[in-house]
């Protein structure tokens, strides 16, 4: 884990308050999570600025995750012209998407919303085993596996951004 303040984040510190809020409803839908970890700024160090995205992931309500969760595409149907979602989603194979399309529909049916995991790294066969263990869950355990999951997008999305060049 990166210890020191890189260019990036010194960049996202002194960014006015409205372009910080922009950067960070790029990584999290969530009003709340922005303000919150906005809020924080200046960040001595990365290790902080995750602590932070995490300690307002936790504090958000059900209403805040579903705000959160607005901001991500289904798996198997990255949102187009985005890199990010591309990027995130790429272990989606087409033999997997229409498979994934299907059962993501099944959960939004028995949820009521998208179906949410940290595509990054994983295959379409993994998310579509995580996919068919979850749909039977409880509404309120699934909220939380969805907490968890959208913080780990967060960390890295929050990690890509404030070590990027700008150049």
């Given at each position: 884990?990166?210890?020191?303040?890189?260019?990036?984040?010194?960049?996202?510190?002194?960014?006015?308050?409205?372009?910080?809020?922009?950067?960070?409803?790029?990584?999290?839908?969530?009003r709340?999570?922005?303000?919150?970890?906005s809020?924080?700024?200046?960040?001595?160090?990365?290790?902080?600025l995750?602590?932070?995205?995490?300690?307002?992931?936790?504090?958000?309500?059900?209403?805040?995750?579903?705000?959160?969760?607005?901001?991500?595409?289904?798996?198997?149907?990255?949102?187009?012209?985005?890199?990010?979602?591309?990027?995130?989603?790429?272990?989606?194979?087409?033999s997997?998407?229409?498979?994934?399309?299907?059962?993501?529909?099944?959960?939004?049916?028995?949820?009521?919303?998208v179906?949410?995991?940290?595509?990054?790294?994983?295959?379409?066969?993994?998310?579509?085993?995580?996919?068919?263990?979850?749909?039977?869950?409880?509404?309120?355990?699934?909220?939380?596996?969805?907490?968890?999951e959208?913080?780990?997008?967060?960390?890295?999305?929050?990690?890509?951004?404030t070590?990027?060049?700008?150049?």
């Open positions: 884990m990166t210890t020191s303040a890189s260019p990036g984040l010194a960049r996202f510190n002194a960014a006015p308050d409205r372009a910080a809020a922009d950067l960070l409803h790029d990584v999290c839908a969530s709340a999570w922005g303000a919150a970890v809020a924080g700024r200046p960040y001595a160090r990365l290790d902080d995750l602590a932070a995205s995490d300690a307002a992931m936790a504090a958000l309500t059900a209403a805040d995750l579903g705000e959160a969760m607005s901001g991500h595409p289904p798996i198997g149907r990255p949102t187009p012209g985005d890199p990010t979602s591309a990027r995130e989603q790429r272990g989606v194979g087409d997997e998407r229409a498979e994934l399309l299907r059962l993501n529909l099944a959960y939004q049916d028995a949820h009521g919303h179906f949410l995991i940290c595509a990054t790294g994983l295959t379409g066969a993994q998310m579509l085993a995580a996919l068919k263990e979850r749909i039977g869950n409880d509404p309120d355990t699934e909220r939380e596996i969805v907490r968890a959208l913080g780990k997008i967060n960390r890295i999305r929050l990690t890509r951004r070590e990027e060049d700008p150049a």
